[in-house]
């Protein structure tokens, strides 16, 4: 059953967190009759290993997983034992912190505050790991408004970052639509660099994950551009962009 199958990995392998088992569902499509998928989540939390935010297990790891339950499955099913999906949440947007505090010190606590909301099972104890499910813009904003530190916010944007979610190369997106360009009348695209100058991904105002294989979690540095109160923005004051997307996922280069 369903329960044997989770309940046996998490007993063999303590590095496991999260078992989800996909009946009639292969490695890689969701409706396959005759195959069983296990998707594994290890655990990173306290490690100086992997990306904690989207923990994934080794393929020593999940060879190990698939020999240790083969005598245990029938065999007519074609047993598959994978990684989750990881779908990002990146926010970007500017922000205006209260007169006495320190612009970087709560840039950066900002950002942490992003992850451990968006991804609460990397960072907190006892918190389930949630496969799908959807998250809105509205929520996030309100969640960073609602910070004791933080005085307002403006142009909040809610970028969701998967695989498939921008189709071709740099040269066939379109500029806004497409990809944002922090500070456009700087260097040329060809000049520009990744995680500095530019984001890829859709808007949107609910993020929906994109299959019952996907977690999503947050990026590792969102855009965060602090404003001076009744003055101007303040450059310099980006954090991040894209830190953790990949190259012919979510963009392609030359």
Same mark, same amino acid.
């Given at each position: ?24 569902? @292969? ?14 989540? @290890? ?30 499955? @029938? ?36 950002n942490k505050d992003?992850?451990?909301?968006? @991804? ?14 959807k998250i809105r ?55 520009m660099i990744l ?60």
């Amino acid at each position: 059953t369903v329960w044997d199958y989770e309940h046996k990995v998490l007993e063999a392998f303590p590095s496991v967190f999260k078992v989800k088992c996909l009946e009639h569902a @292969s490695a890689t499509e969701d409706i396959a009759p005759g195959s069983t998928t296990l998707l594994v989540v @290890s655990n990173l939390r306290n490690t100086n290993t992997g990306n904690p935010l989207a923990p994934k297990t080794g393929f020593d790891t999940i060879l190990k997983i698939k020999e240790f339950l083969q005598p245990y499955v @029938s065999p007519f099913v074609d047993l598959h034992v994978a990684n989750p999906i990881y779908e990002q949440l990146l926010v970007d947007f500017k922000v205006a912190f209260y007169p006495e505090i320190d612009g970087g010190f709560y840039a950066n606590q900002l950002n942490k505050d992003l992850q451990e909301y968006l @991804s609460p099972r990397a960072l907190e104890e006892g918190v389930e790991v949630e496969f799908g499910g959807k998250i809105r813009r509205s929520d996030i904003l309100a969640f960073v408004e609602n910070r004791d530190y933080v005085d307002y916010v403006t142009e909040f944007k809610l970028y969701h970052i998967y695989e498939g979610s921008t189709q071709g190369g740099i040269g066939c997106m379109t500029l806004e639509e497409d990809f944002i360009i922090d500070d456009f009348q700087g260097p040329g695209l060809g000049e520009m660099i990744l995680e500095q100058d530019f984001v890829i991904g859709k808007e949107t105002e609910v993020a929906r994950a994109n299959s019952p294989r996907s977690i999503m979690v947050s990026a590792s540095q969102h855009r965060i551009e602090l404003l001076t109160p009744g003055v101007h923005s303040c450059k310099g004051g980006v954090f991040g962009v894209i830190g953790s997307m990949a190259i012919e996922i979510d963009f392609v280069t030359n």
